[in-house]
C-alpha cells in the first residue's frame, strides 16, 4: 500500500516537473506572438521607411565624401573617396559663402520679424479689441495655404519698378521707389518681407491658443498688485508662453534656414546672387551634375538647422533647473 502511494506520488511529481518548462514557455510563446504580430502590421510602413528615406540619406552620406558627377551614374561604384574635400571646398567657394550669409541674414532678421507680428496679431485677436475677429483669423492665415507661385505674382506686381502700388504709394508723398527685387541693396529684404507675411499666420494661430490658455485670475492678480499692461505682458504673458514661443522659433527657423522657394520664383537667386540660399545653391549644384559637392554642401545645412536649433531651445526651454 504504501509502496503504491509512493509511486503515485513520485508519478505526479515527475509530472508536474515535465509540465512545468511547458508551461513557463507560454508568456514567451505569446510574446513572441504579439511581436510578429505588431511587426506584420509595421511591416508596410518599415519598408517605405528604409528604401525612401533610411537608404537615401545612407547613400547620400557616403555620396558626400566622393567625387561623384552625373557622368559616373552609370558605374557609381567606381568613384573615388575623397573624404572631406567636399567639405573643404565648400568654406572656400565664394559662392557658398555667399549664400550661406544671405541665409543666415535671413533666418537672423525673418525669425524674430515673423514671430513679433504673429505675436502683435495673436495679442490683437485675444484682447477683443477687433471686431469680426474669425474674418482677420481667416484672413491671416490665408497666405499659409496659398500656393507660393500665386504669393510671387502678387508680390513681383506689387513691388514692380515702374507699375507697381507700393511704388505707386510712395509717389503721392514724393519718394521715388527703388527696383525692389532688382537691386542688391533692397532684393533680400524683400523677399525677408514677404517671407514673414506669407508665415506669421500659422505662428499667430499657435500663440493665440498660448494666450487663451492663461488664466485670467493671473491678470487679475498682476493689476490688484500695481502691474500696467507692459509689465504683465512681461512678467505674465511671456514667461507663460515659452513652449509656445520656443515651437514657434524652432519651426521658423527650420523652415528660413531651407529658404528656396521663394528666391527660387521671385529672384533666380539675383540680382548678383543678393537672394541665393544654402537650399537654392544646393540645388544649382544637383542640377549641374556635381552630386558629391551638393550632398557635403546639404549635410552643412543639416549641422546648421541642429546647431541652430539647440540655441533655441537653450534661450527659450524651459529654466526651472535654473
Known amino acids: 500500500m504504501a509502496t503504491s502511494t509512493t509511486a503515485a506520488a513520485v508519478g505526479a511529481h515527475s509530472a508536474d516537473r515535465a509540465a512545468a518548462p511547458q508551461h513557463g514557455n507560454a508568456p514567451a510563446r505569446r510574446k513572441w506572438r504579439r511581436a510578429v504580430t505588431g511587426w506584420s502590421f509595421a511591416a508596410p510602413f518599415t519598408v517605405l521607411f528604409v528604401v525612401f528615406a533610411l537608404l537615401p540619406v545612407v547613400a547620400s552620406l557616403l555620396m558626400s565624401v566622393t567625387d561623384l558627377r552625373a557622368t559616373d551614374l552609370r558605374h557609381p561604384f567606381a568613384v573615388n573617396f575623397v ?125 493665440l491658443a498660448a494666450l487663451q490658455g492663461i488664466p485670467a485670475d493671473l491678470y487679475e492678480a498682476a493689476t490688484l498688485d500695481g502691474a500696467g499692461r507692459w509689465q504683465q505682458f512681461r512678467s505674465v504673458t511671456i514667461p507663460l508662453m515659452r513652449p509656445a514661443l520656443l515651437f514657434g522659433a524652432v519651426i521658423t527657423g527650420i523652415g528660413y534656414l531651407q529658404l528656396f522657394e521663394e528666391p527660387l520664383v521671385m529672384t533666380q537667386g539675383g540680382p548678383l546672387s543678393s537672394t541665393l540660399s544654402v537650399s537654392y545653391h544646393i540645388y544649382n549644384q544637383f542640377g549641374f551634375g556635381n552630386y558629391g559637392y551638393a550632398a557635403a554642401a546639404a549635410y552643412v545645412l543639416f549641422v546648421a538647422i541642429v546647431a541652430l536649433s539647440v540655441l533655441q531651445f537653450r534661450l527659450l526651454g524651459s529654466r526651472d533647473a535654473d
Open 83 to 207: 573624404g572631406i574635400d567636399n567639405y573643404t571646398r565648400l568654406f572656400s567657394d565664394v559662392l557658398f559663402r555667399r549664400a550661406a550669409v544671405n541665409t543666415a541674414v535671413f533666418v537672423v532678421v525673418g525669425v524674430p520679424l515673423t514671430m513679433v507680428a504673429a505675436l502683435a496679431a495673436a495679442n490683437a485677436l485675444n484682447s477683443g479689441l477687433i471686431r469680426l475677429r474669425g474674418l482677420f483669423r481667416v484672413g491671416f492665415y490665408l497666405p499659409v495655404v496659398t500656393s507660393i507661385v500665386a504669393i510671387a505674382v502678387v508680390w513681383r506686381f506689387l513691388l514692380d519698378p515702374e507699375a507697381g502700388l507700393v511704388n505707386d504709394a510712395l509717389a503721392q508723398v514724393g519718394i521715388t521707389g527703388p527696383d525692389w527685387l532688382g537691386d542688391t541693396r533692397t532684393s533680400l529684404a524683400s523677399i525677408i518681407v514677404m517671407a514673414a507675411w506669407r508665415n506669421f499666420g500659422s505662428l499667430m494661430v499657435i500663440f
